[in-house]
């Protein structure tokens, strides 16, 4: 896809293939934001955003899971660009492993795998609204 979306002063989009399913399936290739002056990067996320990324993920791996979820949704290439540029760290959360955020990883893990986040929705929405059991998924995870 073209882009006509501009990088930040001080940056450039590098085209890079970027692949999910660990590794195994390409997604093509996607822009992916790369700092050049430390000051305009500095300007561009302020203060806090240095320090929390600090204490964080690199940039590369954060934008590399936008361009992997962005195309896995047929995102433009102008769209994964933007939400780079749009991107602000946040402050890493270590927290204890609930049922609930196992659940949330999963399906995350299960949108990017198959691409099919509709699905994976319809199925979760059959699961809460009790359509699909207890015992319906015990027998499909045994």
């Known amino acids: 896809m073209s882009r006509t979306v501009q990088a930040p002063t001080g940056a450039r989009f590098d085209d890079e293939e970027v692949r999910t399913a660990k590794g195994t ?4 290739l996607v822009p992916i934001l790369v700092w050049e002056d430390h000051e305009a990067m500095a300007a561009h996320y302020g203060a806090q955003g240095l320090l929390d990324m600090a204490d964080g993920t690199s940039l590369r791996v954060s934008f590399q899971s936008i361009a992997r979820r962005f195309k ?3 995102k ?4 994964i660009a933007n939400a780079q540029i749009a991107y602000r760290p ?23 795998k198959t691409g099919n986040s509709e ?9 809460s609204r009790g359509e699909i059991s207890a015992e319906d998924l015990a027998q499909l995870t045994s």
């Open 119 to 127: 699905a994976i929705t319809a199925l979760l929405d059959k699961i």
């Open 25 to 28: 399936q390409s997604l093509g």
């Open 76 to 79: 433009s290439d102008d769209e």
């Open 90 to 112: 946040g402050k890493r959360a270590a927290g204890v492993s609930t049922p609930e955020s196992r659940a949330a990883r999963s399906a995350r893990a299960a949108v990017e």
């Open 72 to 74: 896995a949704a047929e």
